[in-house]
């Protein structure tokens, strides 16, 4: 999911997740079911990386956007931590990005009724051994939805 497209929001983004928490604004539909459109992901900066795991939602710059995207993989290579993400609706995993464009990790969010929950809630934790465990049930599901909700637009 995107957020806004600005540099001097990217550096504000990222001086203010130094001292605490920042809600971002998610537009797109890349992380469907998970996360939807309008809905704000809060985001905590992550100090250490030994506190990301696979599965997680991270935020991250690519080009002049953040990003939210779940973690697929994380690999150390030599002096570099390169980070494979993609969005939960997405058929492709995004290219492999390093841990310095990681701005942190989502650590709730904020749903369009203005509830807030937790990455730790039931939901959360179901949706992240769906699309980390199980992806081909996942994707399979998401194509019969796909199929339906043209069906009866038909009718």
Known sequence: MKSAQNIDYLELTKTLLAEHPV??????M?????????ERAVIEQISDLKTLRKGDIIAFRKDAEII???????EETGDKTLITTAGDNNNLSDKAIEFEDV???????????????????????????????????TKKFYK???????LIKKQ
Not at 30 to 38: A, Q, V, W
Not at 68 to 74: A, D, F, M, N, P
Not at 114 to 119: A, E, N, P, V
Request: aromatic share 10%; proline share 3%; glycine share 8%.
């Open 68 to 74: 939210c995207h779940r973690v697929l993989k994380i």
């Open 23 to 28: 809600e971002i604004l998610l537009k797109g």
């Open 103 to 137: 701005y942190g990790k989502m650590i709730s969010h904020k749903t369009k009724k203005g509830l807030y929950q937790s990455s730790g809630s039931l939901k959360m934790k179901f949706y992240k051994v769906l699309f980390i465990n199980l992806p081909w049930i």
């Open 144 to 150: 019969v939805i796909q199929k339906l909700k043209k």
């Open 30 to 38: 890349s992380m469907f079911p998970t996360l939807k459109e309008g």
